[in-house]
């Protein structure tokens, strides 16, 4: 049974970093699609960035462009997201999830088979 696992959630001020990361345990999932999504109260999870092994992409929402950057180890099934530039919209709890080897990176949560248990990112104003 693969389990992910995210860490380093946190509280930070507005314009702070934070650095996520999620590891893979149980298998490895070699060549799976890696993503990030964030939930905030109310709202519906929501894509926010992705990295394919297949293809060497990446792709983030167009909110965090330029703010985030996600980035792994495929042979270890981690990956990681490099925040910056925080924003107090930006605070959701954020999932890493998995999805099958593939060129192309899904935006839509339902096509994603494994999930983490998430992590909690505040940025206050």
């Known amino acids: 049974q693969v389990q992910l696992v995210e860490s380093g959630g946190g509280f930070v001020p507005a314009g702070g970093s934070l650095t996520l990361s999620c590891a893979a345990s149980g298998r490895t999932l070699s060549n799976y699609n890696m993503a990030w999504f964030r939930q905030a109260p109310g709202k519906e999870r929501e894509f926010v960035a992705g990295i394919t092994w297949t293809s060497g992409r990446t792709n983030y929402r167009n909110s965090v462009q330029g703010r985030f950057t996600i980035s792994g180890d495929n042979t270890k099934s981690t990956v990681h997201l490099q925040m910056n530039s925080l924003k107090p919209e930006d605070t959701a709890i954020y999932f890493c999830?998995?999805?099958?080897?593939?060129?192309?990176?899904?935006?839509?949560?339902?096509?994603?088979?494994?999930w983490g248990q998430g992590t909690q990112v505040t940025v206050s104003s």
């Open positions: 999830a998995a999805d099958r080897p593939y060129w192309r990176i899904d935006i839509r949560p339902e096509e994603y088979n494994y």
